[in-house]
């Protein structure tokens, strides 16, 4: 391991300490670097006698950096932390994480301890910031969406999201996360049964189509809003546009697909769903064999 080698470590700190090094050899052996080892062997015995203390933050800090995604160090950091909270520069705590760089960007790890950073600070305009920054990078970035999502679930901060969605979808009308965060954003706000907020939405839809009609991230969502909404005229509406569009766009999967979620067990389904498995989709036969079963049987 090459770049564990950059890594600095004073073993001075600690001399107090025996460290714990892993004896017992694994099945399949790790050649791990010598500082890898020497570093482990501190932080577990820190560990094992439960240290709160500015120096097993620091060491906390090097296993962090040899391996971003151990569990253990993040949570014994964060007890650290809890430990000397009101005392420790938070600023510094986010330098950290940034300074590890863009590798962890898919981290579970590191953005759970984002989580606990921002409950501290409350400044969530500086987390939908950060969260922009990285989607414009990466707009499919699963981890940073859930984030936002935490974020505007922790601090009620979602009117501003319907704006920012539109603004991702225009540039990736295929991004199913930005068409999903929509989604969730119109149920935070409780407007999947707002008629005016509904006829903007199908605005959306019908716009998104037209550029690129065979999109399932937009038929999913049309899906999802019929089925959530009760608006008994947007019901219909979505009724009678699917009705047109398997008639329009006959080689389009997904209308099909969203005919027969909408009106489920029709015969008209059972033709659709035939045609699906036999001709349109065959990669998913086993799928609609499955789905003829299920609304024969309705």
């Not at 500086?126 to 935490?150: A, G, I, P, Q």
Request: glycine share 4%; hydrophobic share 35%; proline share 1%.
């Amino acid at each position: 391991m090459e770049e564990d080698e950059e890594i600095t470590f004073d073993p001075t700190k600690y001399s107090d300490i025996e460290p714990i090094y892993c004896t017992t050899p694994p099945v399949c052996s790790i050649n791990y670097s010598k500082i890898f080892k020497e570093v482990m062997g501190y932080y577990r015995a820190l560990m094992a006698k439960g240290e709160l203390s500015e120096r097993a933050l620091e060491i906390t800090g090097k296993v962090i950096e040899m391996n971003s995604a151990d569990y253990s160090a993040w949570y014994y950091r964060r007890r650290i932390l809890k430990k000397i909270e009101g005392t420790f520069d938070i600023n510094k705590e986010y330098e950290f994480i940034e300074d590890l760089g863009d590798s962890i960007c898919k981290n579970y790890q590191v953005w759970g301890h984002r989580q606990y950073l921002v409950g501290l600070t409350g400044n969530y305009l500086k987390e939908l910031d950060f969260t922009d920054k990285m989607l414009e990078d990466d707009n499919k970035n699963y981890h940073c969406w859930s984030h936002r999502v935490w974020v505007c679930n922790k601090f009620n901060c979602w009117v501003g999201e319907l704006a920012y969605t539109q603004k991702m979808i225009e540039k990736d009308i295929r991004n199913n996360s930005a068409w999903s965060h929509r989604f969730y954003t119109l149920k935070s706000l409780n407007l999947l049964n707002d008629l005016n907020q509904l006829k903007g939405e199908f605005n959306v839809i019908e716009k998104s189509l037209h550029q690129s009609s065979n999109n399932e991230a937009v038929w999913t969502y049309l899906t999802g809003l019929y089925e959530n909404s009760q608006n008994i005229e947007f019901k219909r509406e979505c009724e009678s546009f699917v009705e047109r569009m398997i008639t329009e766009r006959q080689f389009c999967v997904y209308a099909k697909m969203a005919y027969v979620n909408i009106f489920k067990s029709s015969q008209k389904c059972i033709e659709l769903v035939l045609e699906l498995r036999d001709r349109l989709d065959l990669a998913h036969q086993s799928y609609w064999d499955w789905y003829l079963t299920k609304i024969t049987n309705h």
